[in-house]
Nanobody, 122 residues
Framework: QVELVESGGGSAQAGGSLTLSCRAS?????SAWFRQAPGTDREGVAS????????DYVDSVKGRFTISRDTGNNTFYLQMNNLKPGDTARYYC??????????????????WGRGTEVTVSS
């Protein structure tokens, strides 16, 4: 069992930046960030595969968000720039050591954090 703990959520104005962190209790290979706004399905935002060039993003955040990992301390990050009100949601980190579906599908991950709120005002 791997525990994930997010930090770094909060409020920002449109055009601003926030960085989310997710610390894992053990080494994990696949990591991802999801978000869920009230009344919507959980949406895959960014994923990171092991090895180089393993990033994938939903179209709405490409060029604005960056997922990265610090393997040494089992932590991964989501840098969010040029935030928009549409980015407002609860953000969850997810991880696993094997992938059963698409990297941006919630079904691929067994381990989840509890989430952190991100609110972007116009």
């Amino acid at each position: 069992q791997v525990e994930l703990v997010e930090s770094g959520g909060g409020s920002a104005q449109a055009g601003g930046s926030l960085t989310l962190s997710c610390r894992a209790s053990a080494y994990i290979m696949w990591s991802a960030w999801f978000r869920q706004a009230p009344g919507t399905d959980r949406e895959g935002v960014a994923s990171l595969a092991p090895g180089k060039n393993g990033e994938d993003y939903v179209d709405s955040v490409k060029g604005r968000f960056t997922i990265s990992r610090d393997t040494g301390n089992n932590t991964f990050y989501l840098q969010m720039n040029n935030l928009k009100p549409g980015d407002t949601a609860r953000y969850y980190c997810a991880a696993d050591n094997r992938l059963r579906s698409h990297a941006l599908s919630p079904a691929s991950y067994d381990y989840w954090g509890r989430g952190t709120e991100v609110t972007v005002s116009s």
